[in-house]
Nanobody
Framework: QVQLVESGGGLVQPGGSLRLSCAASGIVFSIYTMTWYRQAPGKQRELVATITSGANTNYANYADSVKGRFTISRDNAKNTVYLQMNSLKPEDTAVYYC????????????WGQGTQVTVSS
């Protein structure tokens, strides 16, 4: 059974930092591309950051709105992907979701349950 479990969300003041974690089980973690998405109330889910699969070099991409503030990383030994969020703004408030996907003969995609991030004074 595949599970993605996010943690690390919470309430933080503008300018503050949070680190989200997503622990995966039931998959060969290293071969999956890992992505963080977020969904704010009344808005569509949007891609925040993604990191490629692989045991050695991984490449990251970011939404323009978070470039320079957020950093995605992965620890294949711990089956975990992280999202370090700095200089948080009220507009970063959303539920953050972890996604794992890979394509071989078929596309496999799994989602976590989400973790709430609220940026407010």
């Amino acid at each position: 059974q595949v599970q993605l479990v996010e943690s690390g969300g919470g309430l933080v003041q503008p300018g503050g930092s949070l680190r989200l974690s997503c622990a995966a089980s039931g998959i060969v973690f290293s071969i999956y591309t890992m992505t963080w998405y977020r969904q704010a109330p009344g808005k569509q889910r949007e891609l925040v950051a993604t990191i490629t699969s692989g045991a050695n070099t991984n490449y990251a991409n970011y939404a323009d709105s978070v470039k320079g503030r957020f950093t995605i990383s992965r620890d294949n030994a711990k089956n975990t992907v992280y999202l370090q969020m700095n200089s948080l703004k009220p507009e970063d408030t959303a539920v953050y979701y972890c996604n794992a996907w890979m394509k071989n003969d078929v596309l496999l995609s799994y989602w976590g349950q989400g973790t709430q991030v609220t940026v407010s004074s």
